[in-house]
Protein backbone atom coordinates (compact mmCIF):
# COMPACT_ATOMS: atom_id res chain seq x y z
CA UNK A 1 0.00 0.00 0.00
CA UNK A 2 2.89 2.04 0.49
CA UNK A 3 6.37 2.09 -1.61
CA UNK A 4 8.85 3.98 0.43
CA UNK A 5 10.02 4.12 4.22
CA UNK A 6 9.88 7.60 6.07
CA UNK A 7 13.52 7.87 7.28
CA UNK A 8 13.56 11.69 8.29
CA UNK A 9 13.46 12.74 11.48
CA UNK A 10 11.23 15.31 11.23
CA UNK A 11 8.71 13.19 8.94
CA UNK A 12 8.98 10.62 11.84
CA UNK A 13 7.98 12.96 14.13
CA UNK A 14 4.72 14.27 12.05
CA UNK A 15 4.15 10.55 12.21
CA UNK A 16 4.43 9.55 15.49
CA UNK A 17 2.27 12.61 16.39
CA UNK A 18 -0.58 11.20 14.32
CA UNK A 19 -0.37 7.90 15.62
CA UNK A 20 -1.84 8.89 19.03
CA UNK A 21 -4.50 11.19 17.82
CA UNK A 22 -7.10 11.58 14.57
CA UNK A 23 -6.27 15.14 13.84
CA UNK A 24 -3.16 17.40 14.47
CA UNK A 25 -2.43 20.89 13.72
CA UNK A 26 0.25 22.44 12.22
CA UNK A 27 1.15 23.62 15.26
CA UNK A 28 1.15 20.09 17.19
CA UNK A 29 2.83 18.69 13.97
CA UNK A 30 6.22 20.41 14.20
CA UNK A 31 9.23 19.32 16.69
CA UNK A 32 10.48 21.60 19.13
CA UNK A 33 13.22 23.88 17.46
CA UNK A 34 12.38 22.92 13.86
CA UNK A 35 12.73 25.42 11.01
CA UNK A 36 9.53 26.37 10.08
CA UNK A 37 10.27 26.80 6.07
CA UNK A 38 11.76 22.67 6.58
CA UNK A 39 9.17 21.67 8.37
CA UNK A 40 6.77 22.70 6.22
CA UNK A 41 9.02 20.94 3.47
CA UNK A 42 8.53 17.80 5.28
CA UNK A 43 4.87 17.99 5.76
CA UNK A 44 4.21 18.63 2.24
CA UNK A 45 6.64 15.77 1.27
CA UNK A 46 4.40 13.36 3.39
CA UNK A 47 0.93 14.86 1.55
CA UNK A 48 2.82 14.64 -1.91
CA UNK A 49 3.16 10.67 -0.79
CA UNK A 50 -0.10 10.34 0.53
CA UNK A 51 0.72 9.40 4.11
CA UNK A 52 -1.63 12.74 5.56
CA UNK A 53 -4.12 14.64 3.96
CA UNK A 54 -5.13 18.20 4.69
CA UNK A 55 -8.56 18.73 6.44
CA UNK A 56 -10.45 21.61 8.49
CA UNK A 57 -9.31 20.36 11.50
CA UNK A 58 -5.83 20.04 10.89
CA UNK A 59 -3.90 16.89 9.26
CA UNK A 60 -4.66 13.03 9.56
CA UNK A 61 -3.40 9.96 8.46
CA UNK A 62 -4.87 8.56 5.02
CA UNK A 63 -5.50 5.13 4.60
CA UNK A 64 -1.90 4.67 3.38
CA UNK A 65 -0.86 6.54 6.76
CA UNK A 66 -2.89 4.35 8.59
CA UNK A 67 -1.18 1.13 6.71
CA UNK A 68 1.84 2.41 7.65
CA UNK A 69 1.63 3.10 10.80
CA UNK A 70 0.08 -0.74 11.34
CA UNK A 71 3.17 -1.71 10.31
CA UNK A 72 5.92 -0.09 12.04
CA UNK A 73 7.40 -0.15 15.58
CA UNK A 74 5.81 2.24 17.62
CA UNK A 75 8.33 3.50 19.75
CA UNK A 76 11.23 3.76 16.35
CA UNK A 77 8.87 3.61 13.37
CA UNK A 78 10.86 0.75 11.66
CA UNK A 79 8.85 -1.06 9.26
CA UNK A 80 7.70 -4.47 9.77
CA UNK A 81 7.22 -7.02 6.15
CA UNK A 82 5.15 -9.47 7.53
CA UNK A 83 1.83 -9.64 9.29
CA UNK A 84 1.39 -8.46 13.10
CA UNK A 85 1.01 -11.52 15.57
CA UNK A 86 -0.89 -10.84 18.88
CA UNK A 87 -2.66 -12.52 21.74
CA UNK A 88 -5.79 -11.02 22.11
CA UNK A 89 -7.51 -11.81 25.57
CA UNK A 90 -11.81 -12.33 25.87
CA UNK A 91 -11.76 -12.28 29.63
CA UNK A 92 -15.39 -12.99 31.03
CA UNK A 93 -17.09 -12.19 34.17
CA UNK A 94 -19.76 -15.04 35.81
CA UNK A 95 -22.38 -13.09 34.02
CA UNK A 96 -20.92 -13.40 30.30
CA UNK A 97 -19.63 -10.26 29.76
CA UNK A 98 -16.51 -9.60 28.11
CA UNK A 99 -13.83 -7.00 29.10
CA UNK A 100 -13.64 -4.25 26.15
CA UNK A 101 -10.27 -1.92 26.09
CA UNK A 102 -10.47 1.50 23.88
CA UNK A 103 -7.64 2.00 21.64
CA UNK A 104 -5.51 4.68 22.17
CA UNK A 105 -3.44 4.73 18.75
CA UNK A 106 -4.05 4.51 15.06
CA UNK A 107 -4.96 2.35 13.07
CA UNK A 108 -8.99 2.05 14.75
CA UNK A 109 -7.74 4.77 17.38
CA UNK A 110 -10.69 5.09 19.91
CA UNK A 111 -12.75 1.85 18.64
CA UNK A 112 -13.34 -0.53 20.72
CA UNK A 113 -11.64 -4.20 21.17
CA UNK A 114 -10.55 -6.92 23.37
CA UNK A 115 -7.23 -6.61 25.49
CA UNK A 116 -3.73 -7.76 23.61
CA UNK A 117 -0.55 -7.27 22.90
CA UNK A 118 2.27 -8.50 20.63
CA UNK A 119 3.48 -11.59 20.43
CA UNK A 120 7.31 -11.74 21.71
CA UNK A 121 9.92 -13.69 20.45
CA UNK A 122 11.42 -14.94 23.47
CA UNK A 123 7.23 -16.41 24.78
CA UNK A 124 7.60 -19.69 25.15
CA UNK A 125 4.36 -20.69 24.36
CA UNK A 126 1.04 -18.74 23.13
CA UNK A 127 -0.15 -18.80 26.80
CA UNK A 128 2.23 -17.34 28.14
CA UNK A 129 2.20 -14.42 26.05
CA UNK A 130 -1.25 -14.23 26.65
CA UNK A 131 -0.24 -14.30 30.63
CA UNK A 132 2.17 -11.88 30.20
CA UNK A 133 0.09 -9.06 28.14
CA UNK A 134 -2.88 -9.91 30.77
CA UNK A 135 0.06 -8.74 33.20
CA UNK A 136 0.74 -5.66 30.86
CA UNK A 137 -1.92 -4.29 29.95
CA UNK A 138 -4.88 -5.09 32.89
CA UNK A 139 -2.22 -5.48 35.65
CA UNK A 140 -3.14 -8.96 36.42
CA UNK A 141 -1.00 -11.81 37.97
CA UNK A 142 -1.58 -15.93 38.11
CA UNK A 143 -3.94 -15.92 35.32
CA UNK A 144 -4.34 -18.85 32.97
CA UNK A 145 -5.82 -17.85 29.85
CA UNK A 146 -6.62 -20.89 27.56
CA UNK A 147 -5.67 -20.48 23.51
CA UNK A 148 -9.37 -20.95 22.35
CA UNK A 149 -8.74 -20.41 18.87
CA UNK A 150 -6.72 -18.29 15.96
CA UNK A 151 -8.34 -15.67 13.46
CA UNK A 152 -6.50 -13.99 10.65
CA UNK A 153 -7.61 -10.53 10.10
CA UNK A 154 -7.35 -8.43 7.12
CA UNK A 155 -8.49 -5.09 6.83
CA UNK A 156 -8.77 -3.44 3.00
CA UNK A 157 -9.68 0.78 2.20
CA UNK A 158 -10.68 0.39 -1.49
CA UNK A 159 -9.30 -2.81 -2.49
CA UNK A 160 -6.07 -1.73 -1.01
CA UNK A 161 -4.39 -3.92 2.28
CA UNK A 162 -4.50 -1.88 5.66
CA UNK A 163 -3.36 -4.33 8.14
CA UNK A 164 -2.76 -8.30 8.38
CA UNK A 165 -2.58 -9.21 12.13
CA UNK A 166 -2.63 -13.25 13.03
CA UNK A 167 -4.71 -13.34 16.08
CA UNK A 168 -4.17 -16.02 19.09
CA UNK A 169 -7.29 -15.85 21.00
CA UNK A 170 -7.34 -16.77 24.19
CA UNK A 171 -10.08 -16.96 26.99
CA UNK A 172 -10.61 -16.90 31.04
CA UNK A 173 -13.26 -15.79 33.58
CA UNK A 174 -12.53 -13.31 36.04
CA UNK A 175 -14.74 -12.45 39.36
CA UNK A 176 -14.53 -8.54 39.01
CA UNK A 177 -12.35 -5.54 37.06
CA UNK A 178 -12.68 -2.25 37.54
CA UNK A 179 -13.82 -0.36 34.98
CA UNK A 180 -12.02 3.14 33.91
CA UNK A 181 -11.77 5.51 31.29
CA UNK A 182 -10.33 3.24 28.70
CA UNK A 183 -11.67 -0.44 30.13
CA UNK A 184 -15.73 -1.54 30.14
CA UNK A 185 -17.54 -4.53 30.58
CA UNK A 186 -20.20 -4.98 27.95
CA UNK A 187 -22.43 -7.79 27.42
CA UNK A 188 -22.11 -9.11 24.27
CA UNK A 189 -25.64 -8.55 22.82
CA UNK A 190 -24.68 -5.23 23.37
CA UNK A 191 -21.63 -4.73 21.76
CA UNK A 192 -23.09 -3.25 18.58
CA UNK A 193 -23.35 -0.13 21.06
CA UNK A 194 -19.61 0.24 20.83
CA UNK A 195 -17.72 1.59 17.74
CA UNK A 196 -15.81 -2.03 17.74
CA UNK A 197 -12.50 -2.56 15.82
CA UNK A 198 -12.24 -5.10 12.89
CA UNK A 199 -13.90 -8.17 13.77
CA UNK A 200 -13.62 -7.95 17.42
CA UNK A 201 -17.81 -8.96 17.51
CA UNK A 202 -17.26 -11.90 15.24
CA UNK A 203 -14.45 -13.19 17.69
CA UNK A 204 -16.47 -12.69 20.57
CA UNK A 205 -18.94 -14.87 19.02
CA UNK A 206 -16.70 -17.79 17.63
CA UNK A 207 -14.83 -17.82 20.58
CA UNK A 208 -17.52 -17.01 23.79
CA UNK A 209 -17.65 -20.93 24.92
CA UNK A 210 -14.62 -22.09 23.70
CA UNK A 211 -15.59 -25.57 23.84
CA UNK A 212 -13.31 -26.61 20.70
CA UNK A 213 -10.40 -24.68 19.09
CA UNK A 214 -11.41 -22.48 16.28
CA UNK A 215 -9.48 -20.89 13.07
CA UNK A 216 -10.97 -18.34 10.67
CA UNK A 217 -9.93 -16.04 8.67
CA UNK A 218 -12.00 -12.71 8.02
CA UNK A 219 -11.67 -9.62 5.51
CA UNK A 220 -12.96 -6.79 5.84
CA UNK A 221 -13.30 -3.97 3.43
CA UNK A 222 -13.81 -0.44 5.27
Given at each position: MFE???????????????????????????PPRADT?????????????????????????????LSYVDRVNADKLFVRHQPKMITMLLVQDGFGNVLLQQRTKQPYI????????????????VQVGAMREAYEK??????????????YIRVKVDGAMLSSTLVHVCRF?????????????CAPLKLQQYEL??????IVARSFF??????????VEL
Amino acid sequence: MFEQEITHHIQKHIISVLLYQKTARFSELRPPRADTNLFSYHLKLLRKNKFINKIDRGYTLTPVGLSYVDRVNADKLFVRHQPKMITMLLVQDGFGNVLLQQRTKQPYIDTWTLPYGKVHIDDESVQVGAMREAYEKLGLEGVKPRHVGDAYIRVKVDGAMLSSTLVHVCRFELHEYPEAEHIRWCAPLKLQQYELAPAVETIVARSFFGDEFFFDEYTVEL
